[in-house]
């Protein structure tokens, strides 16, 4: 638990300083065609805020100890090496004006940039990979867990169809790399 909690400071570290350090002002994610066709939903926020609770099982419930320091290395290094990218490439988003105390919170925890690549699509699919392994029926809900949560991300204008593709390729190389980090060192 103490590694968990250690883990999400870094990760907070990370992500929030970010912004700090950028080096340059922050590039506006271009739209394309996908991202005109899904519109502002705000009730979206809901599923995407579930991120948080995906990522807890993904380290609580995954099927043994190598998976869980596979996937908690995994998420560490995605989340470094977006936050090496959102300081030398920032990327932002305009945010939608919007009421509710969801949204204010969310405005205020977070920043407006760090969108490419969308880590929220990077950690959903390490969690993913974590969780279909576990059986007990993650392997149907979690896919559809990080299907929606995915959409979310879209349809609550917190990061474009690039983004996501980034954030996908990013998960991909973070767990191949740990893998072999993992072999190597057995």
Request: charged fraction near 10%.
């Amino acid at each position: 638990m103490a590694m968990m909690l250690g883990g999400y400071l870094l990760f907070c570290l990370l992500y929030l300083g970010a912004p700090l350090l950028a080096m340059r002002a922050p590039a506006t994610v271009p739209a394309l065609w996908p991202d005109d066709m899904i519109p502002f939903m705000p009730m979206a926020l809901w599923p995407y805020l579930s991120q948080f609770a995906l990522l807890f099982c993904a380290i609580w419930f995954a099927p043994d100890n190598a998976q869980r320091t596979r996937t908690f290395y995994a998420m560490l290094l995605a989340s470094a090496v977006a936050s090496v990218i959102f300081i030398v490439f920032p990327t932002e988003l305009p945010r939608q004006t919007v009421e509710g105390a969801g949204w204010k919170l969310l405005y205020t925890l977070d920043v407006p940039g760090n969108c490419f690549p969308s880590l929220h699509a990077a950690l959903a699919a390490l969690s993913a990979a974590a969780l279909m392994r576990a059986g007990r029926g993650w392997a149907v809900a979690v896919p559809l867990w990080v299907a929606v949560i995915i959409f979310s991300t879209l349809a609550t204008k917190q990061h474009m169809v690039i983004d996501i593709v980034g954030g996908l390729a990013l998960a991909l190389a973070s767990h191949m790399t740990v893998r072999r980090w993992q072999a190597g060192a057995s």
